[in-house]
């Protein structure tokens, strides 16, 4: 199978090169004269470090992911030809819808959360920013289920997911305003993933696209960009190391879990948005 997140490598690098070269040739200020977030070292490097730790945990992962697509695969009596063109057509707006739901209970429920998290945690928007990723990945397993066990062939999944990967890796800029109307209506583009990258009060949960916006229109989690974007977390880490990045929530649910007063509680900071808190009586 081939793996294009693994082939695009080189025009992952070129990318960051041409926009880097952008901010320090063309300047690094946008139509109003506010100053664009540009490139600072020390975080480009926690996201390069964060991107090299997801490619090296997703050798192992993705074999046990193949294995487990190819296990439902063999079950479901229910086969897709591959051959078929409407096929791909098919698989492209369920991988999409798949992703927009990982996407949202990411945002949502904590315990995902505390997976997604790494990728807002810079305070700065570029393409090295699309790189700073996960070290725990499985949390994105359930939501893919479903498509081996319609038939679709397990090697045709994994592709679908990559190109939606490739494709998001181009809306983390902020080189790129508003596209043509009807682009920015049905797909994501730079302008909707800036709003979703905002910690500011208004962009908060919104904006779960992979490649279409279609599903936030639909869904009622959309919001169109609209202030100048804080980007980063309501309460930011401020850490460059790579290990507290990847595990800092992690660790803060665990504390909380732990020092919880009942098993409905400690479910609760499991499964409810971030931020929960049980209700103090009295």
Do not use: C
């Not at 901010?23 to 506010?34: I, M, P």
């Not at 090697?155 to 800029?173: D, G, I, P, R």
């Amino acid at each position: 199978m081939i793996d294009l997140l693994q082939r695009a490598i080189p025009v992952f690098v070129l990318s960051l090169l041409i926009e880097w070269a952008a901010y320090r040739f063309l300047g690094d200020h946008d139509e109003h004269g506010e100053p664009k977030m540009g490139y600072a070292a020390r975080d480009t490097l926690t996201s390069l470090s964060m991107g090299i730790g997801n490619v090296l945990i997703n050798v192992f992962w993705k074999a046990v992911v193949l294995g487990i697509y190819t296990a439902l695969y063999l079950w479901t009596p229910l086969r897709l030809p591959s051959e078929a063109w409407w096929v791909w057509v098919l698989l492209f707006f369920l991988d999409d819808f798949a992703y927009y739901w990982f996407h949202r209970i990411s945002h949502e429920v904590r315990l995902f959360w505390a997976s997604h998290v790494v990728h807002h945690s810079s305070q700065h928007y570029n393409l090295s920013t699309a790189l700073r990723q996960t070290w725990v990945p499985m949390t994105a397993l359930p939501f893919w289920l479903p498509l081996p066990l319609l038939g679709f062939e397990p090697w045709m999944v994994l592709l679908a997911q990559s190109w939606n990967l490739l494709y998001q890796f181009f809306v983390h800029t902020e080189r790129i305003g508003r596209l043509p109307r009807p682009i920015e209506y049905v797909f994501n583009t730079p302008s909707h993933h800036r709003a979703h990258h905002g910690s500011n009060d208004v962009y908060l949960d919104k904006n779960y696209a992979g490649i279409l916006i279609i599903w936030d229109r639909l869904l009622g989690t959309f919001q169109a960009e609209t202030e100048r974007v804080r980007y980063g977390l309501v309460h930011n880490i401020n850490t460059y190391h790579p290990v507290r990045v990847a595990f800092h929530e992690f660790a803060a649910l665990w504390r909380d879990v732990k020092g919880a007063r009942t098993w409905r509680d400690r479910l609760n900071y499991l499964l409810r948005p971030p931020g929960w808190r049980p209700r103090q009586d009295g």
